[in-house]
């Protein structure tokens, strides 16, 4: 891959993601979603309501959002990611299965609070091509970290 061919050559900025649900969202999804705004810095939440993604794109770009995060459901469990680099893509879809919200952990003792700095990221096995060009995506939802940040987040391709 060239330098023509990757999107994220020029990206000089922290990113600026919103993070929406399809819409009529359960209260589980709702929940999910405010359990990825912790974990991508620099997110805003929006409740999708009666709008349409093309004029949520639109008014996206008009504000400088460097990315789209759309999280789907099927019968209240949420079971799909979406993320669109603006203003021309890539999009990828990503299936969840076996959702855990921190909420739904027995033990409260080990639920502590979200840091909020800039994690470091950790992606593992991300070796194919197509497996380079998610580490991408996925790197690129994170601003840089400081060399002294204690938060790791690690994105682990199994299959």
């Known amino acids: 891959m060239s330098h023509i061919d990757d999107e994220y050559v020029n990206t000089q900025r922290d990113p600026k993601i919103l993070l929406t649900t399809s819409r009529d969202p359960s209260a589980s999804l709702i929940q999910f979603a405010k359990e990825l705004k912790l974990v991508f810095p620099n997110a805003q939440q929006m409740n999708c309501g009666g709008q349409v993604i093309s004029e949520i794109i639109e008014t996206c770009c008009a504000h400088d959002f460097t990315d789209v995060v759309l999280v789907h459901e099927h019968r209240g469990v949420p079971d799909g990611l979406i993320i669109s680099h603006l ?48 580490a991408n995506i996925l790197k690129h939802l994170f601003p840089v970290s400081k060399p002294d940040t204690k938060r790791i987040i690690t994105f682990a391709n199994q299959s």
Do not use: C, W
């Open 87 to 134: 203003p021309f893509g890539p999009t990828a879809y990503f299936q969840l299965l076996n959702v855990v919200t921190r909420h739904d952990i027995k033990d409260k003792k080990t639920v502590g609070t979200m840091p909020q700095v800039y994690p470091h990221l950790i992606l593992n096995n991300f070796t194919t091509k197509s497996g380079e060009r998610t």
